[in-house]
């Protein structure tokens, strides 16, 4: 329209859920959708309860139970009290507030950022919240996705809406397209806060463009919105083209008038040409080699070809960093100039929030049918939903997998966070599709390498990290 | 106006799964969680804390997930402030949204000079951060209206806008 400001598509969304706004420019901002869970919740229901409030959205909130629940056998009790404590408060608390709960015996239980998309409940357009930093998983459908703490939680729960101050924007450009199945997603990602920092997103919301990202499935940009967070963002975006409308149609619970929204969506869900961004970055995903993370931030990240940096040559002149990098590799166990592909994992972890979806595993699989785990690897597949884990077995992978000596769990966050018992011990060195590889994630003293998931599954076949792109790949016949 | 000892960790990129592992998260006594503060990157913290209310960390303190548990156990652990030249967002705001403690954004020289047990004085009405200690006293960039409103509250939950 002649006169009108160039927006972006964060622009668009945040200026059409504004309810009020502050001389200072923080704006309460309306809330479509609300997902929950046991770990973040108990305590904001228990604000609720005390100042005797009422969910005011039921209906707009969801709920499953993810972060400390068992990927063993359903059929048996829970041993650990505590997490069986958190599980029993989501249950009493959604019964009564009326909050429809997918929960541990669900068949539609999984990673809250997986089941949200399944369920046809995250949709372009719209602002979703979650107690839970990698809500901006949801970001890959165009809408605005924060992850925010408990107390925000019980605000949301209380009022549906949000005070927010508004982001900065970073524009994301990722140009040509991907090695077919062997570099992924994740390694466009990790390619990215590799090169602007664990900070460099920091305040900003990143908008995915370019024709590596248009050319992504629907489960890839997810990958690549969850990790926004790794690189400080507040949220991650990719404006909805008819892929995303492809993958909202038909699901449980898309709305009855998708067509016409879609042709709404269609029309207004992308950033104007003249907008502008505070910041802009440009990768060439053809040029991308498998990445893998040798240290304990997900930028700490390398090429799979390449060696195990020294700590002058990660710092690069910048002292602070290569002292980083010196207690990083010291807690590591690793040898700088040491080749990644050198490097043996103890075990595997595909799962996640990041990659745990169906493509995950038909990747993963490429590498794995008809061959076996090395020995003194211990490797599980997690899938990241109970839709996920029944479509996979419906495609023969939990046989793939169980075949080749690889453990096939129930859904859940699992060994991402290590809230249950499937944790690293101390020393123990993994390979592992997730997202984070801080000390101490996986487990007290255990140490995380970051990789996508064909990328693991070969490194739990080899017993040792390798180039993906050398592998032959065994199709399903 | 805050005042107090400061203990100080040099690194950047301090994270909520150091802060507070994974595996205390289903605790809701924030006294037991408090213990557990800080324990991946100094398990002498508490005793570091001993007598001090003001920690001091590299640039994008608070990084990772979304726990509020982070900010209950440094402050059940006595800290009053963080002061670091940058936050995470969601941690910044946890501090805030349940009023534990108050995350300060300080420059990179102050950041500099301010070294373990420092007497400091952080006075969020002056945008200024005295060190008693060395007799210099350092800009803060102004905190948001909307930050200082929702502390004075006591939290976001019983926060409402003027």
Redesign the interface.
Known sequence: MAGKRPRTLFGKVWDSHIV?K?P?G?A?IYIDRHFIHE??T??AFA?LHA?SRRVRRPDLTTATVD??VPTTDRSLPIL?N??A??IQALESNCAEHGIPLYGIHSDRQGIVHVIGPELGLTLPGSTIVC???H?STHGAFGALAL??????V??VL?TQTL?L?PPKETRMVFEGALVAHTVTPKDMVLAMIRKIG??GG??TVIEYTGSAITGLSMEGRMTICNMS?EA?A?AGMVAPDETTFEYVRGRQHTPPDIEEQIAEWRSTLHTDPDAEFSRSHTLDASSLAPQASWGT?PAMTCDITDAVPTPQDYGDGDQ?KS??AQ?ALEYMGLEPGTPMQDIRPDRVFIGSCTNARLGDLLEAALVVRGRHVADGVRAMVVPGSQDVKRRAEEAGLDKVFQDAGFEWRESGCSMC???NDD?LGAGERCASTSN?N????Q??RGRTHLMSPISAAAAAIAGHFVDVRRCELVEAV | MMKGKAVKYEQDNIDTDVIIPGTYLKIHDHDELARHAMEGIDPEFHKRMEGRSILVAGKNFGCGSSREHAPIALSKSGVAAVLAPSFARIFYRNCVDGAYLLPVEIGHDAFKEITDGDELEVDMAQSRVRNITRGTEYEIAPIPDIITGIIKAGGLFRYKAE
């Not at chain 1, 801080?438 to 994630?441: D, L, N, P, V």
Request: aromatic letters at 4%; glycine letters at 16%; charged letters at 25%.
């Open positions: 009020a502050r200072d923080a309460l770990v973040t108990p305590q604000s100042s972060h400390n650990d505590t997490s404590t958190q107690g839970d930093s809500t992850g925010i703490g408990t107390s925000e019980a605000h209380a005070w101050e664990t900070g920091r305040g967070i400080g507040r931030d602070k002292e980083s207690r966070l290590g809230m944790i984070r801080f000390e101490g994630r487990g007290a």
